[in-house]
């Protein structure tokens, strides 16, 4: 005979069961993906210290790629090399780090 009861029960155990199983594995890949250094968790390769804009959709950007520092032209069809930069444009006590500029 068909009892209700215990057909809920199961029903509700098999999804606690599947939904325990889910969130053990979304915990064991945040944490060792999240926890391998280099790719994951290394500072940005690149990263935009200043813009200036030029007028509609036109702006001369300074960015820093690994150890070398461009001056970019942006508009919305292509981004042109304008020159290299042998050190960098700001002095090191007016530089901006990324995470204070966001933390602030």
Excluded at 21 to 31: D, M
Excluded at 43 to 68: D, F, H, N
Excluded at 92 to 100: M, Y
């Amino acid at each position: 005979m068909f009892d209700p009861l215990s057909s809920l029960v199961k029903m509700i155990s098999s999804l606690l069961i599947v939904l325990a199983l889910i969130l053990l594995i979304a915990y064991l890949v945040r944490r060792f993906l999240n926890a391998r250094p280099g790719r994951w968790r290394s500072a940005p390769m690149i990263q935009l210290l200043s813009t200036t804009y030029l007028g509609a959709k036109r702006q001369i950007s300074v960015i820093e790629v690994g150890q070398e520092y461009l001056v970019v032209g942006v508009t919305p069809n292509q981004i042109s090399l304008i020159t290299k930069l042998e050190q960098s444009p700001f002095p090191p006590e007016t530089a901006v780090e990324s995470e204070e500029f966001v933390s602030s």
